[in-house]
């Protein structure tokens, strides 16, 4: 079946700094691939869908300055958090839709220290 | 937009059968789907409707009625490695096809 990679699964950042965090189709094409934000005991919330090719459409309430999305290829969009903060500290994970269904990547969870 | 609703906890025992509901409000319906997820874990796919009526996979049944805005999860011959979040997701066919998730379900499956 279809297959989404995610990297880094984790990552620790110190607080003023900036993480990339890949989301990578590996069999399919993609065109489009969602970025959603997970707290703990929560649902996953929608942050933003990321358009190869041109710019990435953002939920209201999400920064697309801090929230920098980037889809180069039809492969691959890049979240990167930018001037991290204790409170950016989440479980971050990728989707595309491959036909109907939306494929998941691993999830990276990020910790601001 | 869009509203989806599910309880946050449910406890059922091994063996049993449990039902989880999902209630929702969207404009341009496409389709509603049905994760799994385990704590720290990425959300598996379980199960899929566009069309009225119950969808069966196994232990794991899904139901649908666009007019009433409902839905269910029905898991049958409860284990425990059934315990997990349970989440509801509705597809809008405006836009890109997001999915958009309901609050979800932890259910809890006890010995």
């Known amino acids: 079946g279809a297959v989404v990679s995610q990297h880094p699964s984790w990552v620790i950042c110190k607080s003023g700094t900036s993480v990339k965090i890949e989301c990578r189709s590996l069999?399919?094409?993609?065109?489009?691939m969602f970025w959603y934000r997970q707290f703990p005991k929560q649902s996953l919330m929608l942050m933003a869908t990321?358009?190869?090719?041109?710019?990435?459409?953002?939920e209201q309430g999400v920064e697309k300055d801090k929230f920098l999305i980037n889809h180069a290829s039809l492969t691959l969009s890049t979240l990167t958090v930018t001037s991290a903060h204790p409170e950016d500290s989440s479980f971050y994970i990728c989707?595309?839709?491959?036909?109907?269904?939306?494929?998941f990547g691993q999830g990276t969870r990020l910790t601001v220290v | 937009g869009q509203n989806i609703d599910q309880p946050t906890e449910m406890t059922a025992t091994e063996g049993a059968i449990v039902q989880i509901n999902c209630t929702y409000q969207?404009?341009?319906?496409?389709?509603l789907f049905w994760y799994q997820q385990h704590a720290g874990e990425a959300p598996t796919f379980l199960s899929y409707?566009?069309?009225?009526g119950l969808e069966e996979k196994g232990r794991f049944s899904s139901f649908l009625s666009r007019s009433k805005g409902y839905s269910y999860l029905l898991l049958k011959e409860l284990q425990m490695k059934d315990s997990a979040s349970y989440l509801c997701?509705?597809?809008?066919?405006?836009?890109?096809?997001?999915?958009?998730f309901g609050t979800g379900t932890r259910l809890l499956v006890s010995p």
């Open positions: 997701a509705v597809s809008a066919n405006t836009g890109f096809q997001k999915l958009v």
């Open positions: 069999d399919f094409q993609a065109t489009t």
């Open positions: 409707n566009v069309l009225d």
């Open positions: 969207t404009s341009g319906f496409n389709g």
């Open positions: 989707s595309a839709r491959d036909g109907r269904l939306g494929v």
């Open positions: 990321s358009n190869e090719g041109s710019k990435a459409t953002y």
